[in-house]
């Protein structure tokens, strides 16, 4: 059988919404800065403050733990995670960024039942199901990965990365037209988004 060399493409872990409390610089800081450890020193300024508690305090935990995962250090992002859910369990970012690691982690089955979670308390995020068919996808279950990419695109239609996964498990299927309908479509929504084109080229084709 031809291996399929197509991309699926990668989710990068949400940021989550902010606290509920007064914000202060580190509170701001921890929400927004893009910078890996200038966010971890003002999550962690917020977490050791003694100020927060409850959503606010799982908050700061989960978007430290975001920091931590794009720095590449997944086990600390676990432990804030694990914290922010002990605090907060139903808190749905914090399962589904746990989720996102232990993806990267090749724990499919764990991260599936994070994505499970999170989906339980709030199946409005098209991100979530992208992610979850992303690991039934690694777990060869394509049909599951296009209804959750179909699912997806319900919540967002304009949802590019939910098109061109759909479109990967679509190939991996044998069904080459219609991921190739896939495919074009993501390009529609974004032109210079380039995964989808590279899949294209792949197959041989231009556009």
Known sequence: MRRIVVVLCLIIAAAVSGPVAAQTDDSQTCHR??????????CTRAIKSGRWSGANLAWAYTNRGVAFRGRGDDESALG????????????????????????????????????????????????????????????????????????????????????NNRGVSLEARGERDRAIADYRQAISLDPNYETPRNNLKKLGLDR
């Open 33 to 42: 800065s893009l910078d890996h450890e200038e966010k971890i020193a003002a």
């Open 80 to 163: 804030d995670y694990d914290y922010a859910i002990k605090i907060n369990p139903n808190f749905a970012d914090a399962f589904y960024n746990r989720g996102l690691v232990l993806h990267d982690r090749k724990e499919f089955d764990r991260a599936i039942a994070d994505y499970n979670r999170s989906i339980a308390i709030n199946a409005k995020e098209a991100d979530v199901f992208t992610a979850r068919g992303r690991s039934y996808h690694e777990k060869g279950d394509h049909a599951r990965a296009i209804e959750d990419y179909d699912q997806a695109i319900r919540v967002d239609p304009r949802y590019k990365i939910a098109y």
